[in-house]
């Protein structure tokens, strides 16, 4: 079974967010320990007095929390260790969806985010179905106020479909979970973090980390959408 860690970033209430974003990894079911164990010895690295910090990026950047106290630079670097742990592995795919405010509203951008991500996931394992490598998915979202929304609509999918046609991989409707019990959905967190810097302030020192490991066919990103106002021109990593 593949399992995809999801987070979001941006506040679909803020008026200054252009931006929402939903992201994260997907990792086969064995692999889920040894990424974690990977988080843990950053964590260790950094702080060793406190192995069980969380790493969420909002926090790690601007000095909040645990990590008020740490030098700015010993913060990015940590930061930079974990994406590149995931920049570097031939373990992990990644999934996204940006949704520019703008071009959804009034929908709800996140609710539309969700089922681009879903999709997309789906897809992915129609793929290896394909290749002869036949695995259910299953997502694992991070708790918010998006969980009976998102449930709802999950099983909805299971049922009726949604814009594109019909699920066919996934094994149940997502799991949510508190984010200080698993270190996957820390790292869902700070890729999400880290789309959300690049299309919201054209930050990319984070995003090159990692981008090369959304799901790619032929060089086509299909793993990350930016779905954007009609016109809007646009040089980013999956609309070129």
Not at 148 to 173: C, E, I, M, P
Request: glycine fraction near 8%.
């Amino acid at each position: 079974m593949h399992l995809l860690y999801l987070d979001d970033s941006g506040s679909v209430g803020n008026a200054t967010d252009r931006h929402i974003v939903l992201a994260g990894i997907s990792v086969f079911e064995r692999q889920s320990h040894w990424f974690s164990k990977r988080l843990d010895n950053i964590a260790a690295r950094v702080w060793p007095a406190s192995p069980n910090i969380e790493f969420r990026g909002t926090d790690i950047l601007s000095g909040k929390k645990h990590w008020r106290g740490l030098p700015q630079q010993q913060r990015i670097d940590a930061y930079k260790d974990v994406l590149r742990t995931l920049g570097t592995s031939n373990q992990v795919t990644l999934f996204g969806a940006v949704i520019h405010k703008a071009a959804i509203s009034p929908a709800d951008p996140m609710e539309y985010a969700f089922e681009h991500v879903c999709n997309r996931f789906d897809r992915f394992l129609g793929r290896l179905h394909k290749a002869a490598n036949t695995q259910r998915g299953l997502i694992i979202l991070d708790e918010s106020s998006y969980e009976t929304s998102l449930q709802g609509l999950a099983k909805n999918f299971r049922t009726k479909g949604h814009s594109w046609g019909q699920l066919y991989n996934l094994a149940d409707v997502p799991m949510f979970v508190d984010s200080k019990a698993t270190r996957l959905i820390q790292y869902a967190d700070l890729v999400a973090h880290a789309v959300r810097r690049y299309y919201e302030y054209g930050d990319a020192t984070y995003f090159d980390l990692f981008k090369h490991k959304f799901d790619a066919v032929g060089g086509v990103v299909h793993g990350l959408v930016h779905y954007k106002p009609q016109g809007m021109q646009c040089n980013c990593h999956c609309c070129r």
